[in-house]
């Protein structure tokens, strides 16, 4: 059975950087597209990256390209988000997710993949 677990999220200063990880068991992080998603109170799920299975292509939301970065170590079966230079606005829970019918053509959308860990929070605050 798959299951998906976050974990690195913390409270961190503006311009601080984090690494969030991903850890996959039932299932290799290789098989799947995978994507990192973020929701802050009161705004709708939106996606921040995904890679994609075939070719490891990478995706970004545009607010986030040059500072963060998507990866997977295949053989820790792990997806990290790599994250820097951190603002305030980056606030939010941040889900990892991944599904068979996803692919990483485009800034990832929720309703494209199907299996969601539980997320962890990361808040940027002075």
């Known amino acids: 059975q798959l299951q998906i677990v976050e974990s690195g999220g913390d409270l961190v200063q503006p311009g601080g950087s984090l690494t969030l990880s991903c850890a996959v068991s039932?299932?290799?992080?290789?098989?799947?597209?995978w994507a990192w998603f973020r929701q802050a109170p009161g705004k709708e799920r939106e996606g921040v990256s995904c890679?994609?299975?075939?070719?490891?292509?990478?995706k970004y939301l545009d607010s986030v390209k040059g500072r963060f970065t998507i990866s997977r170590d295949k053989a820790k079966n792990i997806v990290y988000l790599q994250m820097s230079n951190l603002k305030p606005e980056d606030t939010a829970i941040y889900f990892c997710?991944?599904?068979?019918?996803?692919?990483?053509?485009?800034?990832?959308?929720?309703?494209?993949?199907?299996?969601w860990g539980q997320g962890t929070q990361v808040t940027v605050s002075p």
């Open positions: 997710a991944t599904g068979p019918k996803a692919g990483c053509y485009d800034v990832p959308r929720p309703f494209e993949y199907e299996s």
């Open positions: 039932g299932w290799p992080v290789s098989a799947w597209s």
């Open positions: 890679i994609g299975y075939l070719d490891d292509g990478v």
